[in-house]
């Protein structure tokens, strides 16, 4: 069985802040992943975004190859990172609990 692994984040590319410390609404914030999900990743993450945005005031995010592109986000984006962070470990959490499931019962 081939070694799986789930994406993480490994940096982001934040719009330049104005002096109340927030980002333009039309300027994307980019999450960097150390690897591209798959397609099971993906759909996860697809189906835990809704809440996300509603909590955080988001308009779309959206993974695109190896970055979760971030726009219409209105706030703090140092919360809004953080956040990010804790959804895609979230994501990965719930993923491997879905493969563990799909293998079926283990025998000792």
Request: hydrophobic share 45%.
């Amino acid at each position: 069985m081939p070694h799986a692994r789930f994406p993480r984040v490994v940096g982001f590319e934040v719009p330049a802040l104005d002096d109340a410390g927030s980002t333009s609404a039309s300027a994307p914030l980019v999450a960097l992943l150390d690897v591209a999900p798959t397609a099971n990743w993906t759909a996860v993450f697809d189906r835990e975004t809704p809440a996300f945005q509603r909590a955080h005031g988001i308009g779309a995010i959206t993974v695109e190859a190896d970055r979760i592109v971030v726009s219409g986000m209105v706030g703090n984006p140092r919360e809004v990172t953080r956040a990010i962070r804790d959804l895609v470990e979230r994501v990965t959490q719930i993923r491997q609990a879905e493969r563990l499931g799909e293998s079926g019962p283990h025998r000792l």
